[in-house]
Every structure is written in C-alpha cells, then in structure tokens.
C-alpha cells in the first residue's frame, strides 16, 4: 500500500541546509497498522507529512498504492488523499464553525458524495455521538471532539488512515475509548493504519512499529513479528 | 461547485450566528453606511444649497447677449419643461425734479425673477416688504438712490429715453444685483412691454438682454448640450450657480469641496477598517483552509468556497449598511431641518450607487491580499501550526490596497488633485510609520529589560508583534489623521468664513463726500452714537494707455451691477485711491509697495493681480490715466492681491500719494447701522443731500444667512465622520483584542493578576495610541498645507496645538478602547479563555 524509495527530507535554515530526514525505505502492506514512535523532534511527524502527502520528499520516492506522491502536484496529491487517505490529528483540527455532524460530513462533500449527510449521520452514531450532531467543537470534551474526527477520517472509507498522536491531547479514560474506536473502525473498513506516537502502548497494539531518532528509522518489530509488546520493543531497540 | 457554494454557504450562516464575522460585516456595513450617509446627505445638503444660491442669480442658468436671441432658443427650453423669462439692462439717463442721473435701467418680463424675491418699500432706505408684483405699465420703480439723487418722491414722474414714468415703489432688494459693494447706478425696473416706447435700445446704446432659466438640473444640462453648438462665445455668455465667484458662490463651492473631502475621507476609513477586518477574517481562517486541503479539497474549491462567503458577507453588509446609511442620514436632516430645508423627497441615485461600489470595491480588494494568503496555507499546518501563508508580500499588500484607495478616491472625486493630496500624504505617513515601528522594536529591547512587570509585558507584546503592530499602527494613525483633517480642516473654513463677516461689518457705504464735508459728517454721525469707517480719497479718472499703447478693453467693473462681469458690461472709468499704507486684506505678489524711494515722476502705482493680469500690465509698465483735462503718468511697482470677499472699498489702483497731491478728492467710508435701527438713515443723512449712500444690509444678511447654513452644514458632515472614524477605532481595538485573546489566556493560566494584565494591555494601546497620535498630527500637517493651498485657495497654516493634542487625545482613546476591550475578555474565567482559543 506504501512504498517508500531513499526518502530524505532537507530544509533550509539560516545556518544553511539541514538534513531532518535520512534516506528511508520500507513499505507497508495494505491492511496493515504501523506505529512510528521517537522523541520529541526525532522527525516522525515530518515522515507522516511525507507518506501523507502533505509536504514533498527532498530526495527519493513514495508510492501510494501504487501512484508516484513523489511525482504529483499539490493539487494533484489533493486529490489522491480526498480519495484514499484519511486523517486524525492530536489537536482534533475541526473546523470550528461547522457542527460535529456537518464537520464529519466534511471529506465527503469534497469528494462530491451526494449522500454526506446520510453517511455523516450513520458514522456519527457509530461512534456513540448521534445525539451530539447540531454541537460546535468547542461544546463538546476533547474525547468527543476526537471521536467526532475520528467519524470524519472513516467517512469515506478510505484505503489509508494517518493518525498524528490521536490520544496525546487526551486523559486515560478518553484515550482507551478512542484507541478502541480507532482500531476497531480500522479493522471493520480493513484499513492500513499509519499512526505516530508517544505512547508505547498504543504503539504496541500496531502490527508494526518504527522508531525514529534524529531522523533516521529502525525497525523494531518486523513485518512478521506483529503484536509484540512495547517491552519487546525496547529489548529489541537497546539490542 | 454546488458543494462549494453548500459549504460556503453553511460556514457564513454558522460564523454569522457565531458572531465571527461580525468585525468584517461591521466593516462592510460601515463604509457603505458612512458613505451612503455621507453622501446622500451631502448631495441633498448641496442641492438645497445651489437653490438657495441660485437666488442671487435669480435663476438656475443664465444666458446673457448683447442682442435678442433667436426665439427658437426660449421656445425649445419651454418645450423641455423648463421656466424661462427675460430681462433687458440698459445704461440710461433718467430725469426728474429738473436733475438727471446715470441710472441701471432693468425691463424685467413676466415672471423675474424665477429665483429669489424681490423686495420693495413705500419709502426710501425704508425696510423692504417682498412683493410677487412687477411694476405696471406706465410705472417704475426705483432704488432709493434715485430718490436721493434726483430729490424725487413716491408719485413723481421720471422720464428714461422718450418715455413718462411713475414712480410707484422704492426697489430694496433685487435677487441678482451682485455683490459689489458700490452697486454703480441706482436701479430702476419697468415692465419689459415698456421698454420698446423709451427707445433706449437702439444701435450704439450699451444693452444687454439676459435669458432666465429654472428647472430640473439634468433638463438644464441637455438644453445646454443642445445650445452650446448654436452659441457665439463673442456674443453669448452661458451661466450657471457654479460659475458664480461672488463670496456665495465660493463659500459654496468650498463647502462642496469640503463635503466632498469628508466623503473621500469616509471611503479611506471604511477601506481601512476593511483591510483590519479582511487581514483578521483571513487569519482566523488559515486552520479550516489546512483541513480542507488536507481533506483533499483542490485549490480551486477553496477559492470558490471563500469567494462565495465574501460574496455572501459583501451582499449582507451593502444591505444592512445602505438601511443604516438611510437611517442616519434620515436623523441628520431632521435633526437641522429648522436651520436648513433639506428635501428628502427627491430620491438620488448616486450616492446609493457609489455607496454600494465602494463595499464591493473595499470588499473585493482589500480582501484580495488576505485571502490570496488564505489559499496559500500549506496542508502541512496541520501537523505544524507555526507554519502560516505561503506568500507573504508587503510590497503587493501595500500595492494593492494603496492602488485601491487611489483609484476609489479618484473615481468617487473626479479629482485627481484632491485623490493625490490625500493618497501622497497616506504613503508618507506609512512610510514613516514602518520605521517607526522597528524604531520601536530597537527601543522596546531596551526598555522592556528587566523584571516582568506590566511595562515589560506591554513592551514584550509590542515587540513580539511588530508587524501585526505595524498594520494596527499605521490604521490607528490614518484614522486619527483624517479625523484630525476634517476637523481642522472644518474649523479653519468656518472661521475664515466668519472672519469675513465679523460683527460690525458695515452694511452702509457713502461716497462723494467732499473735503469740506468730512469733518462735519464724522461729528455728526458721532453724535448719532455710529461709527463711521477709514476714510478713502477717490479721484475719477479715464484709464486710457499702457505703454503709450492704447487700451480698447473696458477695464473696471465698478460701474456695474450685474451678476455676469465676466464679460462685457465694464466701464473705462476707474476709481483711483492713494495711500501709503497698504489696505486689509490686500498682499503684494510682485515688486515692492510704495518705500518713499521714488522721488519724481513717473511715481508708483500698485495694480490689483487679475486685472493686470486681463490688460497684460506688468512690473515697470507706464500706465496713463486722464484726471478731467489732466494726464498722469505712473509706473507700475507692485502687484496686489485683492480679497474681494472682504466687505470694504477695494481698489484695482492704488497710486502714490505724491502723485495725487493737486487733485481735489472725494471720499468713501463705510459704517455699521444694526438692521433694527434702519429708521435712523434718514437723520444721518438729512444734512447730506449729495453724498451717495449705498445700503447693502440686506446682502450682508444674506450672505451671513448662508454662511451659517454652510457653517452648519459642514459641522454636521464633521460630526457624521467623526463617529464613523470611532466606529473604526472600536473595530480595531476589537479586532487586535482577538489576537490577544492566546496570550491572555495563557498568562491568566499562569496566575497572573488582573491587574498586571489590564495594565499591560493598557500601556501598551497607550503607547501605540501616543505614537499614532503624534505621526497622525504630522501626517495632518502635510495634508492640510497641501489641500489648504491646492484645493480650497486659503493660506496654509501650522497647527502647533494638535502636536500636543494628537498624541493625548489617541492615548486616551486608544487606550480606554483597549481596557475597554481587555475588560470584556477578563470577565471571562480562564477555562472560557482557553475554550474560545481554539
């Protein structure tokens, strides 16, 4: 479903030019769930802007399912993510003045579906929050907000899921139930699942997980060895 | 395209009930109400204005001609709906009681005047009653002069040419009888069927035949369009309210300028406030803009979804600003309807037009810059907040919207003086303003060291925002310079205009007092408790070369009392004063004025500007004049500038008294007598038979009437710009609270007091309110010297008090509008703080 080629990631700074991703390549199959886990500035939110298609590789090349992001246009890379990407971020990212219901209704009325409100409305029960359609973002709790995204990201039953932190703004409570939710839509539409991470225990509920350190990536659970713990994880790492 | 327009359409009503799109909507609303206000006012005000002026010409338009015109023209304008009628003006000698005077013979046909009234009384220099009656046949009516002159009586007869009159009334006021102070020769009015009998009008008589027109102005316009092919520039003189430059007619046309000024200013704020508005909008859009790109949506459906909600906020606030325009303009009128009429019955279209032009234009524009910015957000700001518009151009920003104004001032005015006036001294203040502003910023680094305290903060903040700081700066300073131009610009019009007719101006005027008579008539008028004025030395004299180079123009207009001296009707005969000192109101252009220097002859003689201007007389010309059988000869040494709108003899030649040392005088004064104390004439001129008075009363109380209904007016139009000016202020204020919401919200968090963040915020809206201020007053210095010297012909001046008021008055404003707004956010608990963050 991902394929990525020496993907590298170069910005400019004052201080001349500063290489925040190495060369990378691994792919991920379609279905699977990967977690990408680092510090604080290790540059795995700069890997998903790259796999996602929201930022352009310096160097090296990305394929999703099968088209060349590496190759496209924004406006192209548009397109292809309105088809088959979907999105959950740390801070929600709704749009603030449209209602829960007509913010998950949101990708689908991009992607010109006719029945948005329908699905909007179907999703929005799913995710136990039928009652709360008419409420703005700021009427409703954090964990509300992020099932509210959650609703948004599934709508069009995309083939990939991007999550950036989905709990990070989240307490216990709030983080079991959409962690739950998350993977259970994701098992449900068979949806590959790209998430990065802080959390060691989301991290190890994926198949796979990744880890990033000053920008460059090691594998810490290969592609067969799914369903390792977070303890395996950093035996595997200090190894 | 329909999801776009759905989706638009959904985000506008959600941020209309949410009260988000208030600020830009408010903007919106309040450039198309100001103008709307402004202008519909303005154009209602001067209309009633034009009408009234149109009294002293006793018409809307005017033809003059030295013959009759073609029958045709009066029958075409009567075919359009217009009112015409005619009069005939005739230099004639009139005699009675066995004297003969020159007299201003008026034939007035049925319906004169269409404009204005005429005034008469039973006797002379008594208070005229107005009267819809012309004089019958056989019948004349005359000023009181005449009676003076000819020491004739009501029920005499006069004869003019071959023709018996008698005189049935005293003629007191004529609509169009000008404003020169000396009137020239008594008046006389007869009907116009009378006029043939006198056979006056023959070949070689001086007679001129003037056309009355009134009626609709655009009516006015397509007759004239249809004239003006026909019309002989030699022979015929086309005249319109306008074209008057009689002190009415240029106060009038000052306050239009001024109106027009105020109208300008009005669109500059609302454009300002706009931009505030449209910058705010675009920011606070930027995270919807990165969900929906990264959400899949192309460019081009992000443009159409903000271009549908601009078009959405455009149409809603031309709607509710034109019913706010309506409104206020409404309360205006009735609020000075006893002092000025103005008709809200006719309906004009313009003003509407232009107000609804002006919010499309200031919403298309100013919107521009922003919401290009808008589409350039990166879907990446998802993950990264910090990261902001990928296009950032000051240089197209201050272009575009700076290019905006320009062309708004210039179409809206149709001046593109004015437009420049204004436009240049903007660029100027801005430029200044951004190097204030990093100014600032080195300065705040200095002083904001040290503990954090609210001084610290407000300099940390100041600092911090530069550049959005820039952008308030300079809304703030070009808000506060207009005001402050308006203002100004009102209070030195209105007292200029009072200047020339302060209390006491005198409203009588005798000539032809001899020598022997001055001192007699100074005690006796004394005795009476009057005052009278300078007394002036006049000698009759022929003007008759220039360079030994005869002259065949007709040079003075003193001689005449029609309304249209531009172009003939001027006499040869020239009143020449002496003096060694040079009159009030008069300024010397060119050379130098009399120094003693000039020892013998040829001696000097100082020459009014426009009339050497019209001979071609220079600096050095030899100018011959014919005293009775005496010829003299003098040089032109100085230039004068005359102001004409001053009530006081004013002379086209001033010689050197040397020269005039053997020639036996008469004199002119002047003296101030209250209307209500009009009966005393006839004592103060008992002893007097054969000095001439000349009673202009009546046109200094009309002039004073208008002037005050302008004065009032223009106050109006100031107070109307004044809150519209304040409203922007408010929204300013509004706006950057918004952006100081975060912060707020943070330090509050943080445990900060109240009290430290009310004084941050204060100082710091202090501080930029001082600096808006004082480069507001700078601004307005320039604006003013030039629009003053450019635009409204009067002297420019320095206005060293508003240096210190500026700057105080945009502290205390600034700053009580932003603890005013600061208040309303820390009445919220942080909790809401933080909610109404995200």
């Given at each position: ?239 | ?29 309040l450039?198309?109400?100001s ?230 200013l009005a669109?500059v704020l609302a454009?300002v406030s ?202 703030f300073?070009v808000t506060i310079m207009l005001l402050l131009v308006v203002l ?230 100031l107070i109307l710009v004044l809150v519209a000016g304040s409203l922007v202020l408010i929204a300013q ?80 404003v ?25």
């Amino acid at each position: 479903m991902i394929e990525t080629k020496h993907i590298s990631k170069t910005v400019n700074t004052s201080e001349g030019q500063l290489q925040i991703l190495q060369p990378i390549s691994f792919n991920v199959k379609a279905g699977e769930s990967v977690a990408i886990v680092g510090a604080s500035g290790s540059g795995k939110s700069t890997l998903l802007s790259l796999l996602a298609g929201l930022d352009q590789v310096s160097e090296g090349e990305i394929y999703l399912d099968g088209a060349g992001l590496h190759s496209m246009d924004e406006e192209q890379r548009a397109r292809l993510r309105g088809e088959k990407v979907g999105f959950i971020f740390q801070s929600f990212m709704l749009v603030q003045s449209l209602t829960a219901l007509e913010n998950i209704m949101l990708p689908a009325e991009i992607a010109g579906l006719d029945n948005a409100k329908q699905l909007g409305q179907q999703i929005l029960e799913q995710v136990g929050l039928g009652h709360r359609g008419t409420h703005y973002p700021n009427q409703l709790s954090g964990g509300e907000q992020q099932r509210v995204a959650i609703a948004r990201a599934f709508i069009t039953k995309p083939k990939i899921l991007f999550a950036d932190e989905p709990t990070g703004n989240l307490d216990a409570a709030n983080s079991d139930k959409v962690e739950k939710l998350l993977f259970e839509l994701n098992r449900e539409s068979d949806t590959t699942l790209v998430l990065v991470t802080h959390d060691p225990e989301l991290a190890s509920k994926c198949q796979r997980q990744l880890h990033m350190h000053a920008g460059e990536l090691t594998e810490i659970t290969s592609e067969e060895s799914t369903g390792a713990s977070a303890n395996d994880a950093q035996q595997q790492q200090a190894s | 395209m329909n999801n776009a327009f759905n989706l638009a359409w959904r985000l506008f009503k959600h941020e209309a009930k949410r009260g988000e799109l208030t600020i830009i909507l408010f903007a919106i609303v309040l450039s198309v109400a100001s103008v709307l206000s402004l202008s519909l006012f303005s154009e209602r005000l001067q209309s009633a204005l034009t009408d009234q002026t149109a009294e002293f010409i006793a018409a809307d338009r005017l033809l003059d001609a030295d013959k009759p015109v073609d029958p045709q023209w009066i029958s075409k304008a009567t075919e359009m709906g217009l009112n015409t009628t005619k009069q005939v003006y005739a230099r004639s000698m009139a005699f009675g009681n066995q004297q003969m005077t020159l007299t201003n013979l008026r034939a007035a046909d049925q319906g004169y005047p269409l404009k204005g009234e005429l005034k008469t009384s039973l006797q002379p220099f008594g208070l005229g009653q107005v009267t819809e009656e012309l004089p019958a046949a056989g019948e004349a009516w005359a000023e009181s002069r005449l009676f003076q002159a000819l020491g004739v009586k009501l029920g005499d007869s006069i004869e003019v040419g071959d023709s018996e009159f008698t005189l049935t009334r005293v003629l007191t006021e004529v609509p169009d009888s000008g404003f020169s102070v000396f009137g020239g020769n008594p008046k006389v009015l007869i009907g116009y069927g009378d006029l043939e009998a006198t056979n006056i009008t023959g070949p070689g008589s001086r007679v001129s035949y003037t056309y009355f027109f009134t009626g609709e102005s655009s009516v006015l316009d397509d007759y004239y369009a249809w004239l003006e092919p026909q019309l002989d520039r030699e022979l015929h003189f086309w005249m319109s309210v306008e074209d008057d430059d009689s002190p009415i007619g240029r106060s009038v046309g000052r306050a239009e300028q001024y109106f027009l000024l105020a109208s300008l200013l009005a669109i500059v704020l609302a454009a300002v406030s706009i931009a505030v508005a449209a910058q705010r909008y675009s920011q606070r859009h930027y995270d919807p803009v990165a969900i929906m790109k990264t959400l899949g949506a192309s460019k081009s459906m992000v443009q159409r979804v903000y271009l549908y909600q601009i078009s959405f906020i455009t149409l809603l606030g031309i709607v509710l600003g034109a019913i706010a325009g309506l409104i206020i303009q409404q309360i205006v009128v009735s609020a000075i309807a006893d002092k000025v009429a103005v008709s809200l019955d006719v309906w004009h279209w313009r003003p509407l037009f232009i107000a609804v032009f002006t919010g499309v234009i200031c919403a298309v524009l100013f919107s521009l810059y922003p919401l290009l910015k808008l589409f350039s957000v990166p879907p990446l700001r998802v993950l990264r907040r910090d990261l902001g518009a990928g296009m950032s151009s000051r240089i197209v920003q201050f272009g575009a919207t700076g290019s905006a104004i320009l062309l708004l001032m210039w179409a809206y005015s149709q001046n593109i003086k004015i437009s420049l006036i204004l436009f240049v001294s903007g660029i100027v203040l801005v430029c200044a303003l951004l190097a204030i502003t990093y100014g600032l910023i080195a300065l705040g680094r200095k002083l904001g060291q040290g503990k954090m305290g609210a001084w610290q903060l407000a300099w940390a903040r100041i600092k911090r925002r530069a550049m959005g700081n820039s952008v308030q700066l300079i809304s703030f300073s070009v808000t506060i310079m207009l005001l402050l131009v308006v203002l100004v610009m009102r209070n030195d019009m209105v007292s200029q205009w009072r200047d020339q007719l302060p209390q006491g101006t005198p409203n009588y005027f005798l000539s032809n007092i001899t020598e022997s008579q001055r001192p007699g008539l100074q005690d006796h008028f004394a005795q009476n408790g009057v005052e009278t004025d300078v007394f002036y030395p006049v000698v009759r004299a022929r003007f008759v070369a220039i360079n030994d180079e005869k002259i065949r123009t007709e040079v003075t207009k003193e001689d005449d009392d029609k309304p249209s001296q531009g172009r003939n009707g001027l006499g040869r005969e020239a009143n020449l004063t002496w003096s060694n000192t040079l009159q009030n109101g008069n300024r010397i252009v060119a050379g130098k004025w009399f120094d003693g220097s000039t020892t013998k002859e040829p001696f000097g003689v100082s020459v009014e500007e426009r009339i050497a201007d019209r001979l071609n007389i220079k600096l050095d010309d030899i100018l011959t004049f014919n005293i009775g059988s005496e010829v003299i000869n003098v040089k032109v040494t100085s230039l004068r500038e005359v102001n004409w709108q001053t009530m006081q003899p004013n002379f086209f030649f001033v010689l050197q008294p040397e020269v005039m040392g053997s020639f036996l005088p008469t004199y002119i004064t002047s003296f101030n007598l209250p209307s209500d104390q009009k009966a005393k004439i006839s004592t103060l001129m008992r002893p007097y038979a054969s000095i001439t008075l000349f009673d202009v009363d009546a046109r200094i109380n009309q002039l004073r009437a208008i002037v005050d209904q302008v004065s009032l007016a223009v106050e109006f139009i100031l107070i109307l710009v004044l809150v519209a000016g304040s409203l922007v202020l408010i929204a300013q204020v509004q706006a950057s609270m918004d952006e100081r919401q975060q912060e707020l919200a943070i330090l509050r968090t943080l445990g900060a007091k109240g009290s430290l963040i009310r004084a941050s915020v204060v100082y710091e809206f202090v501080i930029i309110g001082v600096v808006a201020g004082a480069m507001a007053a700078l601004a307005n210095e320039l604006t003013l010297y030039l629009l003053q010297t450019q635009i409204f012909q009067m002297e420019g001046s320095l206005h060293y008090a508003y240096w210190i008021i500026a700057p105080v008055v945009g502290a205390l404003v600034v700053g009580i509008l932003g603890a005013a707004g600061c208040w309303r956010l820390l009445t919220l608990n942080t909790s809401q703080l933080l909610r109404k963050m995200v």
